[in-house]
Each structure stands twice: as C-alpha cells, then as structure tokens.
C-alpha cells in the first residue's frame, strides 16, 4: 500500500515554495538532451507545460485528442484568469488570494498548494502579456480587471468574454515555437489508453492513432496527465463533447490514488436546457452576475402566467420580483460562491418558480445595470437630461463592450435577446475539483506519473473560486512543473533510452488492444450515447446538487447495472482500424461507468456537506443559518483518496489530513 | 420561442477513408425540433444509423460553442452554413424549412486533405503557426511587469479582434483560390500590433507566408469571400495590413 506523503516542504508558509526551489535537484542542461517526458493533453497546464519543458531542454512528446493543440477545451474558458497583482490598489496580496481561494474551497483544499498557486499568479499575467495575450486594457493603455464570484477585491484580469481563448492560444504560441524547433514532438488525433509501469515507475504511454487506429507505444522517464476534469460522466455538462476521465482513470488503474471523486461545481449560470435532443450545455459566464441580477416572480400566478406566455417578465414590477440572492445573502447578494448560487436556485424551482416550461430556469437580468451605466455615461459625456431611451442606448452600449459575445451566443442558441429580456439560466455540471492525487510536486502516487490541471485534486478544496483554474493550470504547467519533475528525473539521466520491446509494454499494449476487441466485439443493441444518458441522468438526479444516503446508494447499484448492460448490448458499426467516433466514445463511456460507480461512493462515505457537496443531513438547524450546508471539521477534515482494487466498489479509502496553521477554520458565511 | 418540428432530406457526402472514392448519400428526417443545433440533429441521425447497424457519419466537433474551431461543415454551398457570425455547431435548425434539402460537405480544399466522411485535416494551419506565430519569449515568467508597457487600448482592441481566429478553415473553404490568406493575417496582424510582437515581426510574416505557400493554399484575389463566411468576422483589414508587413519585409529582406 502506497502511504500518502504529500511531501510539503517544512518552513513557514510564505518561505516554503522559494525554499523548495532552492533545495530540489536540478538536471544538468546537457543530460536533458537524454531524457524524453510525455505530455497527454494540450490545456492550459499540458500545452504549458510541454512548452516550458521543451524550454528547458528535454525531449517533449505531447498528445491529444483533438486534430490541433489549440483546440483543447480551456479554449472555452470565459470570464478571466485571477493574479493578486493589486493593479487596483483595493487591498489585494497574495495572501488575501491563498486566504479567499482556501475559503471559497470551504476549507478542503491544502494550504501549502494554495499559497504557492497565489504566490505564482503574477508571474502568469507577466508571462502573457510578453507572449502578447491581448488581455483588455483601460484608457490609460493599463490593464483592467474585473470582480468575479464569492471575493471583494477585483482581481481577475479578461479578454471579453474570450479569456481561456486567448490564455490558450498563448500557451498554443509557446508550443508551436517548440514543435518548429523540433523539441516537442507533437502528436494530435491520439489518445492516451494506458500508462506503462516498469520497476513500479510509469515508463510511458499506450495511444491509439485515431485516423489509422494503430495502438503505439511510447516511452520516456516520466509522464504527465493533464487531461481535463470529468464532468460528462454527467452526459451534460459545459465540457467539450470529447472531454473524459479515461488518462486519469487508466493511471488510477495501474495505482494513482483518484483523489475527492464527489467534490463537482455545479455552475449557476448555463443555458436550461429545451429538450431531449440537447448534447451539451452552455455556460454564461459568471461575470454576467457583476451586473444582472437573480430573481423569479414572488407571485405563484405570475409564475404560472410567464409559463403559459401570458406574460413577459418585463411586465413584473420590481416589487413582485424575489432577487432571492440578495434577500437570502445581504453581504455578497448576487456574487455569493457557486455553489451557494446554484442551491439557491434549486431551491426556489424546487419551490415550484421556476420560469421556463421545464421549470428550470431563473432570471438573470441586466435592467437595472443598463440603466445605471446609461446614467453614468450620460454625465461622463455631459448629456443634460437625458432621455430613458438614450440611457437605454448608452447602457446597451456598454453592456455590449463588457459582454457582447456571451449575449450573441445566448441569442444564437435560444433565439432571445438579452438586451431586451432578461436571460434565463440554470445550474449546470462544470468542473470538477476532484481529481488524481498529487504530492506537492504534483506527483501522483506511480513514481514518474505527474497530474496537472484539473486532471489533478490540488487546490480547489470542496469549492472552486470563478477565475482560479486557469491560474491553476497555467501556474502547473509553467511554473510548477517544469521544476519540481527536476527533482525526480535528476536520478534518471543514467537511465538511458527506454525500450518499448519490454515485456511491460508488450503487455499493456495487448491489454489495449483486447479491451477494444471486446468492445467492438458485444455486437449488441444499443448505441454508446444511450448508456451515457442513462447514466448521466442518475447521476444528475441522485448524485448532483443535492445527495443523500438513499439515492447514493441506488446510484451505486443503478451504475452498476448499466455497466453490465454496456459490456453486453453495446453496438459500435465500423471497424477498430479506422477514424471510428463510435468507438472513441465507447472506450470513455467505459471508464465513466465505473468512475460514476466510486463517485457515488465517495460522497456516501463524505457524511458532511462542504462546498459543491451537499449533502442534506448535513445543515445547520435553527438560526440565522438554518438549512445551510453544515461542514463536519472534527470527522472529515482530510483528503479522500481511493485506491483501486479492479472494482469501485470495493475501492480502498485513504485519507490525508489537512493541516490548517494560517487559516482559522470557520463554517463560511455569506449573508 | 415554441418549439416547432420539421422534416428535411439531408445530402451528406461519405467517404470511407483518403483513399476510397466518395459521394452524397440521401438521408431523409423526420420531426427535427427547430430548437435543436445542426449537430444535435446530425447526433439525431446517427443514433438512428447505429440502431439500424450502419456506420455513422463521421464529422469533427468538439466544444460545441463557437470557441474551439473544430466544427467544419459545408452546408448548403456555405462554410458554416446559412447564418452568420456563427460557426457549424451554434447553427440552429430553426435556420431551416419544413420540407428542405441540406446538403452537407467537408470542408474542401488542397491543403486540407480529406479523412473520412466530413473529417479533414487542417494541421496545414498549425505548421504555419509553428513558422513565427508566436513571440519569441521564454515561458520563465520573469519578463517585465505586465503594466511596465502600457499598450494604447485601440491597438490593444485591434489585436484582440484579430486573435480571435478559431482556425477552423473556413475562410479557406469558402474562398474559390482556398487561400489562407484571412488566417494568416489574422495572426500577423495581432502580434504586429503589440509592441511585444513587433521585434520579430518581419521575419514572422515573411516565414509564415512561406510557409502558406509551401502547404499549396491559393493566391488571393480580394474575392472577400472569407471575410463574409467567417464565424468570428475577422475583418478584410488584417490581409491589407499583413500586405503592408509583407512588402516592408520583402523590402527590408532584399
Ligand atoms: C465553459 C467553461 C468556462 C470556463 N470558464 C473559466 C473561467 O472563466 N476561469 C477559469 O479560471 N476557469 C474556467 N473554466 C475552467 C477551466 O477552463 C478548466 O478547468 C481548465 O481550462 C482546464 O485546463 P486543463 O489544461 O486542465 O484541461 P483541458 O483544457 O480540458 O485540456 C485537456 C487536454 O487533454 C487532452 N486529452 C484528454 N483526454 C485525453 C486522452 N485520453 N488522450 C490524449 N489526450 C487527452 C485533450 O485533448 C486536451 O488537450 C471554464 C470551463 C468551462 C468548461
Ligand atoms: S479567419 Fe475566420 S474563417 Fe478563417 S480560420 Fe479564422 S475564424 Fe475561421
Ligand atoms: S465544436 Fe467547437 S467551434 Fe464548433
């Protein structure tokens, strides 16, 4: 049994990463040129890591699913990046971010992570500006920020509503300049199927040409996952159509302990979904909550008068409407953290007011925003008495520069204009917190086998702030990473080239290539997309926003009985040698059957709610706080990480403890 | 909006693989939800081939909300079909009649070689990325503060606007020469309008056009064809600027 060392470096908090630096091994320029690293996914931690590796030296393959690097699903990413850089002079440090991002993650996450993670932010607005990241800039030709979910300072810098875009592209930039040096050797349309241990440390990859099918193996001295999170094992999520758990689950397999699996953000503000047809959902990004506000209708009949299209919501005076974050949490409003938001909307549909035909749906409304940036603008440009309609027009306009392609594509979808009409959204799946456990050089529990991103559990607690992955994933891949593998590959340079004729990779390829046989072989009745849904949707009604004993444990049983269907009645058409979509979906819905199984699990056994866990036996009673979710300090202070055993049901728990030493611990109030 | 259905025939084009010859195959639907995106319905139809045993049309997508480029449909003679400032996964069917043909076809062109079915291969585009659209910086994060150089906010928007290419092609579909010419510019006009981007500018536009040319794209002839089919309206503005780039290049060069 591995035991959990996460390997914090001694020292005071503020000292511990610079020390750390100073202590690890390093490897020689020249014997870089001898080691080879494999990096699976292109993301933001992946491309920037693979770049930054390239950088310094070693020999980079790095994979991915998609046909280009660029296409990774951080390209999605809206709202902006954080970094405690105080251009505002608002009281912002890096303590105040570690502090912020520890809380929003409701105590759950480790400090020593989370410092470093502040510690590192400026750098990464550095690092983009000089790749020529075209973040938005004020007047003066300075860069702006904005605020974003659950904090006071503004501390999140954006590209419209094209941030990940453009943090991507820049790590994009970086690799390509590797690829054309021939430091980085690139290989897109693969995916990674295995990892490959030998002597007890991961000596490479077994990846599946998606065009010809082929099954390769590759090697190297150590190999990174930064593949994504996990979010479709809900079928519906604002993940990309490809993102998976299989890189994660494969090395979870062969003995990488799968770290908080239950611990999801359920995203406030998506698009509800219209109908049966629907195969993703669409966020909106949660900037929109700086200026729209939440409501439904107080009025029953005016709920039901809106469904039948009897009545439009602009109709509402403002005394009939309940703003339910502003009435519920007076302090943060309608900027209280995700999770908190996304409860709060369950409840009121719960309630019966929701305002769509499915009765899934709130108002995110921007009048009140319209008019008062319409007002501003009239006194900045000296418009004596305005009217209504040219405040509107100067309140659009800005609304428009802020957020005018996330309304374009609210429109494009729904046919609505947001302009006009405030939007309608629910809470979707989108991201996950849990991941593979890693130490604090983000070593999994496999020697040599790295996570990164949000393929790993590492900082986000129970919680993840808005604006706080994107740090994550470019803080890894650039600056975590690259320095801390050092300390393992410095004992690696007498290695030398690794064989992919051993008897290990012989083995793991074959047992790639018999799990694909036996797929296309079930020659059943039903589509990949079929089990999916079916599994999605007792996910999402048992294990989603709100969980208790009972449906956890028919979750457990449910998964499990679609997975025995899946491996009897699968049809994939086609064949195995060829681009076969079918057959891509089918390897990952596999892993999704049985990742769905330990999630369940795990939030059986977590009996407390913290952050996006809910659990309902677990609130406070009585009092100011009645009902809302009740952390348990004394019994699950620590990390959930699971051992794989060949069934998720019988996984092994081990649990690290987290020390809190600068930060107090406090149930999170938001009123 | 209330949800409507319609019937339509889809003509989509199939091809087993690179080698083997293709053509357009007759699919007629029935009660597609107008509030379904032209994907949902293309997964409503290959639900249906997969229940039938048939193999399902293969076609690329991935994020499925404009952002990631990989979505790559020629829908009825147009790159992305009949709307505008959308790309083929933010199409919605509500675009279309009750009754309609669609047909469907890759994204064509000589240096996007075909797959399978509707699946291409842009990588063209990444090497041409991989020849200077990039800043030649190292990734140690000790460079300048990031507002020790202030950037005027109009060359700040500017560049911006260019680089939210998506590179998904279809410009280069679209355009009767398959010119790069709109990716291209996009990229050179957005680091040639940052400072961080201008020191290498002249060898990045004359590398990157060469590179263009070594992967058989056509010559442009201001059609201004791609500008309109654009999902992201990357403006006509950027291939005069890169124009410009490139003859003081040339120049300097000589
Ligand atoms: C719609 C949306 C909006 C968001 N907005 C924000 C925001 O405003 N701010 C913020 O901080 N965060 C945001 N997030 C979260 C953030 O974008 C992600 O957590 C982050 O980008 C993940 O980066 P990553 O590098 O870990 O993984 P990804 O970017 O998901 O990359 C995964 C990579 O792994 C590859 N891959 C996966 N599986 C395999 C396999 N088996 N074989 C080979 N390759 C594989 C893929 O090809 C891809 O290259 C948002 C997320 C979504 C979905
Ligand atoms: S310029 Fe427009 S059409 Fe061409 S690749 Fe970029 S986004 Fe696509
Ligand atoms: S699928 Fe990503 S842009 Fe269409």
Redesign the interface.
């Known amino acids: 049994m591995a035991t959990l060392d996460s390997k914090i470096p001694e020292g005071p908090i503020k000292d511990k990463w610079t020390n750390h630096k100073n202590n690890i091994n390093l490897v020689n320029p020249a014997n870089k040129r001898l080691i080879d690293v494999i990096v699976v996914g292109t993301g933001l931690a992946g491309g920037a890591a693979a770049a930054s590796l390239a950088e310094m030296g070693y020999n980079v393959k790095s994979f991915c699913y998609q046909d280009s690097p660029r296409r990774a699903h951080s390209i999605a990413a809206q709202g902006g990046i954080n970094a405690a850089k105080n251009y505002q002079n608002d009281g912002d440090s890096t303590y105040r971010l570690f502090y912020d991002t520890v809380k929003g993650g409701d105590y759950r996450s480790r400090e020593a992570n989370v410092y470093r993670l502040a510690e590192v932010s400026a750098n990464i607005i550095d690092q983009c500006v000089a790749q020529g990241v075209p973040f938005a800039r004020d007047y003066g030709g300075l860069l702006d920020n904005r605020s974003f979910g659950g904090v006071l300072v503004s501390r999140t810098f954006y590209a419209k509503g094209q941030t990940g875009q453009q943090l991507l592209l820049g790590a994009y930039s970086a690799l390509s300049r590797q690829i054309g040096k021939g430091k980085v050797k690139m290989y897109g349309r693969h995916e990674m199927l295995d990892v490959v241990i030998v002597d007890g440390k991961a000596r490479g990859i077994i990846a599946r040409n998606m065009v010809t099918g082929e099954i390769q193996s590759h090697s190297a001295h150590a190999v990174v996952v930064a593949t994504g999170g996990y979010g479709n094992v809900f079928f519906l999520s604002t993940n990309a159509m490809g993102s998976n758990v299989t890189a994660a689950w494969k090395i979870h397999k062969k003995g990488a302990y799968f770290a908080n699996p239950c611990y999801t953000q359920i995203h406030p503000t998506c698009i509800p979904r219209s109908g049966d047809h629907q195969s993703k959902l669409t966020l909106m990004s949660e900037s929109l909550r700086n200026d729209g506000r939440i409501w439904v209708p107080k009025k029953m009949e005016d709920v039901l008068a809106i469904r039948e299209g009897k009545l439009k919501p602009t109709q509402i005076k403002d005394e009939d409407r309940d703003y339910y974050l502003e009435r519920r949490y007076p302090a943060f409003g309608n900027l209280v953290p995700r999770d908190v938001a996304s409860r709060a909307a369950k409840e009121r549909c719960d309630a019966g007011y929701g305002v769509n035909a499915t009765g899934e749906a709130v108002y995110l409304d921007f009048k009140s925003a319209i008019f008062r940036y319409g007002t501003e603008k009239a006194l900045v440009e000296g418009i004596e008495n305005p009217s209504a309609a040219k405040i509107q027009e100067l309140g659009k306009a800005v609304i428009e520069a802020k957020y005018g392609n996330l309304f374009q594509m609210y429109y494009k979808i729904t046919d609505d204009n947001p302009y006009e009409s405030p939007m309608m959204i629910y809470p979707a799946v989108h991201y996950t917190m849990g991941g593979i456990w890693v130490d604090y050089n983000l070593m999994t529990t496999i020697p040599g086998c790295y996570a990164a991103g949000e393929a790993n559990f590492s900082d986000h607690g129970a919680n993840r702030l808005g604006a706080s992955a994107l740090m994550q994933g470019l803080a890894d891949g650039y600056f975590v990473l690259p320095y801390t593998i050092g300390d393992y590959l410095a004992n690696e340079i007498r290695t030398g080239e690794i064989s992919t004729d051993l008897p290990e990779f012989k083995a793991a390829k074959k047992e790639v290539e018999d799990r694909i046989a036996k797929m296309m072989n079930i020659k059943g009745t039903k589509s990949v997309d079929y089990f999916h849904k079916r599994l999605g949707k007792v996910m999402w009604d048992k294990v989603g926003m709100a969980r208790n004993v009972q449906g956890l444990t028919e979750a457990m049983a449910e998964i499990r009985a679609i997975r025995d269907e899946f491996w009897s009645d699968l049809r994939i058409p086609g064949t195995a040698d060829s681009l076969n979509p079918e057959l891509e979906k089918a390897g990952r819905v596999a892993d999704f059957l049985e990742l769905g199984e330990l999630f369940a699990k795990d939030a059986l056994e977590r009996r407390e709610s913290c952050g996006g866990h809910f659990r309902e036996d677990s609130v406070e009673v009585g009092g100011e706080q009645e009902g809302e979710a009740l952390r348990d300090d004394v019994n699950f202070k620590h990390v959930s990480a699971w051992e794989w055993t060949g069934d998720p049901a019988t996984s092994i728990l081990h649990k690290e403890d987290l020390k809190f030493d600068n930060i107090e611990l406090k149930q999170r109030s938001y009123k | 909006?209330a949800?409507k259905f319609i019937d339509i025939t889809l003509k989509i084009w199939r091809q087993?693989?690179a080698k083997s010859a293709g053509k357009m195959v007759d699919y007629p639907m029935k009660k597609v939800?107008t509030?379904?995106?032209f994907?949902?319905?293309l997964?409503?139809l290959n639900?249906d081939?997969?229940?039938k045993?048939?193999?399902?049309v293969?076609f690329?997508?991935?994020?499925?909300?404009?952002?990631?480029?990989?979505c790559s449909l020629f829908i009825n003679g147009e790159a992305h079909g009949p709307?505008r400032?959308?790309t083929t996964c933010?199409l919605?069917m509500?675009m279309f009649k009750n009754g309609e043909t669609i047909t469907i076809e890759p994204f064509r062109a000589n240096a996007f070689p075909l797959?399978?079915d509707l699946?291409t291969?842009?990588?063209s585009?990444?090497r041409i990325?991989?020849?200077g659209?990039?800043?030649?910086?190292?990734?140690?994060?000790?460079?300048?503060?990031?507002?020790a150089?202030?950037?005027?906010?109009v060359d700040?928007?500017n560049?911006?606007d260019a680089?939210?290419c998506?590179?998904c092609g279809a410009c280069v579909a679209t355009c009767k020469n398959a010119s790069a010419m709109l990716f291209v510019s996009a990229k050179v006009s957005?680091?040639a309008l940052?400072p961080?981007?201008k020191v290498e500018a002249t060898e990045r536009v004359l590398n990157m056009v060469h590179q263009m040319d070594m992967e058989g794209f056509g010559n442009c002839t201001n059609t201004g064809a791609c500008e309109v089919e654009c999902p992201k309206g990357i403006s006509l503005d950027n291939i005069a600027r890169m124009n410009r780039e490139y003859l003081k290049a040339s120049i300097i060069a000589e």
């Open positions: 909006m949800e087993k693989d939800s509030d379904s995106s994907l949902e319905m997964d409503l639900e081939l997969v229940n045993g048939e193999e399902p293969a690329d997508h991935d994020c499925r909300e404009g952002i990631c480029g990989m709307d400032g959308v933010q919605h509500r797959i399978k699946v291969d842009r990588g585009f990444d990325i991989q020849k659209g990039f800043v030649s910086v190292n990734t140690s994060g000790n460079t300048q503060d990031a507002n150089l202030p950037i005027p906010k700040a928007d560049a911006f680089a939210t998506i590179g957005q680091l940052l961080q981007g």
